[in-house]
Nanobody
Framework: QAQLMESGGGSVQAGESLRLSCVVS????????MAWFRQAPGKDREGVAA???????RYADSVLGRFTISKDSFEKTLYLQMNNLNADESAMYYC??????????????????WGQGTQVTVSS
């Protein structure tokens, strides 16, 4: 049974940075997509960034140029470096994964493994 555990959330001021981590264990397969999603109170969950087993990444337009998704060489830890955070990016951030031989989906429906989330609060 795959397990994903996020860490690194916290409270920062607008314009500051945070780095989120997600440790992945027990994943059934060698090729999969990993992604970060976020959900603010009263809003739908949205995709932030995703990365496939070949290292190809994709980003939501709103974070392009400010956020960077990466993973370690053994694909056991997923990262999200978030720079120049905005107050409206306060949300619960989740990492997610699913087995895939190709590119990563942006729709959360494709992801069948989820972490519990880590809270990011950005003050203006």
């Amino acid at each position: 049974q795959a397990q994903l555990m996020e860490s690194g959330g916290g409270s920062v001021q607008a314009g500051e940075s945070l780095r989120l981590s997600c440790v992945v264990s027990g994943f059934p397969g060698s090729r999969y997509c990993m992604a970060w999603f976020r959900q603010a109170p009263g809003k739908d969950r949205e995709g932030v960034a995703a990365i496939d087993s070949d290292g190809t990444s994709r980003y939501a337009d709103s974070v392009l140029g400010r956020f960077t998704i990466s993973k370690d060489s053994f694909e056991k830890t997923l990262y999200l470096q978030m720079n120049n955070l905005n107050a409206d990016e306060s949300a619960m951030y989740y990492c997610a994964a699913y087995g895939s031989r190709g590119g990563c989906a942006t729709n959360e429906i494709a992801y069948n493994y989820w972490g519990q989330g880590t809270q990011v609060t950005v003050s203006s």
